[in-house]
């Protein structure tokens, strides 16, 4: 079935250092795409969005990629911090029959920080 | 802001028992989803919501049903908790926009376990 996966289970980074977390997504039809980091024991925080018809998107810190021609999804988290340890999930939305959009979770990707 | 709220973040049930999770969102969302959540296998959704009394499977909806009678309120039902339902459930919700789609918000989880 279609899924979207991510390339890195775990990735460990200098504080300071830029972070980039990748992310594949298989459904050509997606058109939307998020990011959510969820710190222990805490629900899923929206990151950043981007849809189709960009290729990228800034926000504080953060830079989201989007290269639809290889359905690949990148996030970068510029100048790492400690507080940004966390797993980071990509999600596309997709609709299904029922026209509701629904969105699809890849299995994440472990972000540590070292000092 | 948005808040989805989750009525335990713990629960502890036996074998058997039924089981009702609740969530409750204060910002008049259409859309309400249940996902649970098992490490290595990301997030799966169970159900989701598009209306009042409507609802629709997800990708793992078997031994679950959901109940939606008042907009804010979406509740998941373990019909006859099983071992293999202990989880980190997390409930989300989004606007539903027609053709533009939104982020989800999600609540704090509920980590249930079946002894």
């Known amino acids: 079935g279609e899924s979207v996966g991510l390339h890195l289970p775990t990735l460990s980074v200098q504080e300071g250092d830029n972070s980039i977390i990748n992310c594949a997504y298989s459904n050509s039809a997606s058109d939307y795409f998020i990011w959510y980091k969820q710190e222990s024991g805490k629900g899923p925080q929206f990151i950043i969005d981007i849809r189709s018809n960009m290729d990228k998107r800034q926000g504080q810190r953060v830079t989201v990629l989007l290269n639809k021609t290889v359905k690949h999804l990148s996030l970068q988290i510029a100048a790492t911090q400690p507080g940004d340890s966390a797993v980071y999930f990509c999600a596309e939305n997709m609709a299904p029959a029922s026209g509701t959009y629904k969105y699809i979770f890849g299995t994440g990707t472990r972000l540590k920080v070292l000092a | 802001d948005v808040k989805v709220t989750q009525s335990s973040r713990y629960l502890v049930k036996r074998t058997g028992e039924k089981v009702f999770l609740e969530c409750v969102q204060d910002?008049?969302?259409?859309?309400m989803f249940w996902y649970r959540q098992d490490p290595g296998l990301g997030l799966r959704l169970i159900y989701f919501s598009y209306d009042v009394k409507m609802k629709e499977k997800g990708d793992i909806p078997e031994g679950y049903s959901v109940s939606r009678e008042k907009k804010e309120r979406f509740s998941l039902i373990l019909e006859s908790a099983s071992t293999n339902q202990t989880s980190m459930y997390l409930c989300?919700?989004?606007?539903?926009?027609?053709?533009?789609?939104?982020?989800?918000?999600f609540g704090q989880g509920t980590r249930l376990t079946v002894v």
């Open positions: 910002m008049d969302h259409e859309n």
């Open positions: 989300a919700s989004s606007l539903g926009t027609g053709s533009m789609n939104t982020e989800a918000f």
